[in-house]
């Protein structure tokens, strides 16, 4: 009976060190494109001498360039010349510092943990009212374009992406800190929205990844 449960217990433990294994616990990353999440947390970018490209190789901005690009072209490890759309990278790390793929755009993570934060633009069409006091007034609407700074909240486990607002902190906090979700709760509406950052840091902190 005594063997039965330590096996039960060592199947336990193993499984806890493979969740733990899952999380992204380094703090600084290599420099290089990251196709997709998973290459992200094995930390396998692809590194600068394997892009083929006319940009300098020596500039500090030299994956900004890039990706400023509708492909890129770059060798494998087994040095055959491969091509992928750049709007199908999933980021890059550029000195030190992460940016990940959004609406087409490479946006820098501000806050790095489990639950990091960063802004992307986001813009969108929509038809205005006519102004029927103009002379040139047409019965059309006109078709307008509008851009807005947005707030965000990554997963680095998973890579799941949710909007800034406390209705994320509340959802995300309860998973694994609902102690700290029942002390966010008790803030007023004013309080939960103004100390999302800080909950958030308190939330990577209880997770040991800041």
Not at 21 to 27: A, Q
């Amino acid at each position: 009976m005594k063997q039965f449960v330590f096996f039960i217990s060592l199947i336990f433990a193993t499984l806890s060190v493979s969740a733990q294994d899952k999380k992204i616990k380094v703090k600084k990353f290599k420099d290089g494109i990251y196709l997709n999440l998973q290459k992200f947390q094995q930390q396998k970018p692809i590194g600068i001498m394997q892009i083929y490209t006319q940009e300098q190789y020596d500039d500090m901005f030299f994956f900004e360039e890039i990706t400023k690009h509708d492909t890129i072209r770059f060798y494998d490890n087994l040095g055959s010349l491969r091509k992928i759309a750049t709007k199908n990278i999933w980021g890059y790390s550029q000195r030190g510092n992460l940016f990940i793929n959004l609406h087409d755009d490479f946006n820098r993570v501000l806050l790095l943990g489990e639950l990091s934060y960063f802004n992307a633009k986001v813009t969108y069409e929509y038809f205005s009212a006519p102004n029927v006091y103009s002379f040139y007034h047409s019965q059309f609407h006109d078709k307008q374009t509008k851009t807005e700074l947005k707030e965000y909240i990554l997963n680095i486990n998973t890579g799941d992406i949710y909007p800034l607002e406390p209705k994320s902190i509340k959802e995300l906090l309860s998973r694994n800190a609902p102690t700290l979700k029942e002390e966010y709760e008790k803030l007023s509406n004013r309080k939960q929205r103004k100390l999302m950052l800080l909950y958030l840091r308190k939330y990577n902190s209880l997770q040991n990844l800041q």
